[in-house]
């Protein structure tokens, strides 16, 4: 299949031949498996349309997985939090029965009534893992190494993306036309470019901005006003709603010790845009939705206190501390709707929201702060 470009690609939908968009696990990913974020509200813009928007079977039950799996640990750091509280305060609580009193979900119940929720609410379809791929087929491209299948040890077992993709590819061969397949995965892009029906966008916004370019002048010139430094509000609003992202984070770090980390925080030290294209994601009578890139850089700060476990009382002491900073660069897309008819150089801002999955800050190496009392 030749590579399309971006002006071809958007005459493939001018002339309905992109029949299906789907997405890749990558995709819900990005979004943090938030359902509710704009670029996935906006998929119910579909509906009825002569798009469809499809998901293999395979994509859903591993993003439903996923879900559950961080569902399940964060409902186990409660109950070992109630076990570790017990045990301190000798308070003799049944454990168990709080946790029952929570009412919480079972994870992959609810993970997949979540999900099902979503695919409902966008009108979406299901393609089954048995449309279309045989035991022949996979086994053809297993044996011969095709995508999504290689030499590499670790993509040997491509399994799940064999069926999800040939199934895809099979569903828009019987609708006549190309299904648009948005994801990360160097993978899905090899199997694109030898299909005659997948077609490979690595962005969800850029594939909704194929569907919105009659709204395009709306996003240049959000896009102008911002690069001249006229569009003061949302620069402000940009500063504001960056500086609540970073205010969680995931550390990463290497110690000799076991450690635990608190008074965490962040400070955004700048930002650029990563691109002067906005993709529009959804548009109506009176407001457009766009997708804007930024390179942000961040500095990030942890304290950390190291503990080691006594072996006579079986606990873990603490033997020391440090605080640590770290320099990051991280890329964000902030999603902001404005009016449409709104062409001042300074637009009101109707809504603005980050998109991205958890922010993650590398502290490197971390050990022990003895200051001027550490013996030579």
């Known amino acids: 299949m030749p590579k399309f470009t971006e002006a071809e690609l958007a005459d493939l939908v001018d002339q309905e031949q992109i029949v299906g968009l789907t997405l890749d696990t990558t995709e819900f990913f990005h979004v943090g498996y938030d359902y509710e974020k704009p670029s996935f509200k906006a998929l119910g813009q579909f509906a009825g349309s002569n798009t469809a928007v499809v998901f293999s079977e395979v994509v ?12 399940e640990a964060k409902t186990e750091l409660i109950r070992s939090g109630l076990k570790q509280v017990n045990k301190a305060a000798r308070l003799r609580l049944d454990a168990k029965a709080l946790m029952d009193g929570l009412g919480l979900p079972k994870p992959f119940e609810r993970a997949k009534n979540l999900l099902d929720a979503f695919v409902a609410g966008i009108g979406a379809a299901t393609i089954g893992a048995d449309a279309g791929p045989s035991v022949r087929a996979l086994t053809d491209l297993y044996f011969t190494f095709e995508p999504p299948f290689s030499k590499k040890a670790e993509k040997k077992n491509e399994f799940p993306d064999a069926i999800a993709l040939l199934s895809l590819e099979y569903w828009a061969k019987q609708k006549g036309g190309f299904v648009l397949a948005v994801s990360g995965d160097s993978d899905w892009k090899r199997f694109a470019d030898q299909s005659e029906h997948v077609v490979h966008i690595p962005r969800l916004a850029a594939a909704l901005n194929l569907f919105n370019g009659d709204n395009a002048v709306v996003a240049n010139r959000l896009a102008a006003n911002l690069a001249a430094k006229t569009a003061k509000r949302l620069a402000d609003r940009i500063n504001e709603t960056l500086a609540g992202v970073v205010e969680t984070f995931d550390v990463d770090a290497n110690a000799p010790y076991f450690y635990e980390v608190d008074d965490e925080h962040a400070v955004i030290t700048g930002w650029t845009l990563a691109n002067d294209q906005f993709d529009v994601l959804a548009a109506d009578d009176d407001s457009v939705t766009v997708a804007i890139t930024l390179a942000v850089e961040a500095t990030f700060y942890a304290a950390f206190t190291f503990e080691v476990r006594d072996s006579i009382d079986r606990d873990y002491v603490s033997i020391g501390g440090t605080r640590a900073a770290t320099e990051e660069t991280f ?22 929201e980050v998109e991205g999955p958890s922010i993650s800050a590398d502290f490197g190496y971390v050990e022990v702060d003895y200051g001027d009392d550490r013996e030579m």
Do not use: Y
């Open 60 to 71: 859903l039950r591993e993003v439903q997985a996923d879900v559950g799996d961080d569902i």
């Open 331 to 352: 890329e964000s897309v902030v999603v902001v709707t404005v009016g449409r008819d709104d062409d001042s150089p300074d637009p009101n801002i109707l809504e603005i």
